[in-house]
């Protein structure tokens, strides 16, 4: 156990090698290094919430064909294989599995506070300009258009729905970006979140401006 997290960076690098670059090591780290800051303005367990933050995205269902369930089999193995105690297991386990934003309909009310913290880091890198950045390169790789004014965001999408969805990026904004800093679950995240949401609501008033050139 003495080395758990460096082995657990070293691990989670070597598995998402190649990956979607929204979705790679440096995702993890930024979303890493968030859980640490705002697990200081928290009571928590920091070593939960940091294991959690570094396996979150190890096995990301969006590439391993919906199937959700090989990100908790992976880490619990890896977990094992450091001998970590079952019920450190258990809490990280948790994490991974309701951390998703298209889970948000099934997971209880009153989850614990590694989970929020975690999930606050993981969303509030995919607001702001690195959230802006993540989004147009995960559009690009789906070879979603960018934008299609005739195409209108869908709001309230089902799990099923938001998943299949390949609507354009600038609807992604309307359909998940900017509904995240409401969903801050701590003071920390919140402060955070707002500073990026102000920053992409002049990112998209700057990009209508271009797109309607007159
Ligand atoms: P989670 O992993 O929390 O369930 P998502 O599956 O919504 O979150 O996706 C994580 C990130 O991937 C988003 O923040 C965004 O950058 C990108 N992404 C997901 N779906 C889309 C989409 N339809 N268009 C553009 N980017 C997307
Ligand atoms: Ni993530």
Same mark, same amino acid.
């Given at each position: 156990m003495e080395n758990l997290i460096e082995n657990t960076v070293e691990f989670v690098k070597k598995k998402l090698e190649g990956a979607e670059a929204g979705h790679d090591w440096f995702h993890i780290e930024r979303v890493w290094k968030l859980s640490k800051k705002i697990a200081v303005t928290e009571n928590c367990n920091v070593e939960v919430v940091e294991l959690a933050a570094l396996l979150?995205?190890?096995?990301d269902p969006k590439f391993h064909n919906? +199937? %959700?369930t090989i990100a908790l089999h992976v880490s619990r193995e890896f977990l094992e294989g450091q001998n970590v105690p079952e019920n450190v297991i258990v809490q990280v386990i948790y994490i991974i599995k309701n951390i998703s934003f298209k889970n948000r309909g099934e997971v !209880? %009310? &009153?989850?614990p506070i590694e989970l929020k913290i975690v999930q606050d880091a993981d969303r509030i890198d995919a607001i702001g300009a690195i959230g802006i950045a993540r989004t147009f390169n995960f559009g690009g790789f789906k070879n &979603?258009?960018?934008? +299609? !004014?005739h195409i209108e965001p869908k709001l309230n999408m089902s799990k099923e729905e938001y998943k299949k969805s390949n609507g354009t990026t600038i609807n992604h904004f309307y359909e998940k970006l900017l509904l995240l800093k409401d969903l801050m679950n701590t003071e920390e995240g919140k402060q955070i979140a707002g500073e990026r949401h102000d920053f992409m609501l002049n990112f998209l008033d700057q990009f209508y401006k271009e797109w309607n050139v007159d």
């Open positions: 979150h995205d190890i096995a919906g +199937d %959700e !209880p %009310e &009153n989850i &979603n258009l960018m934008y +299609d !004014p």
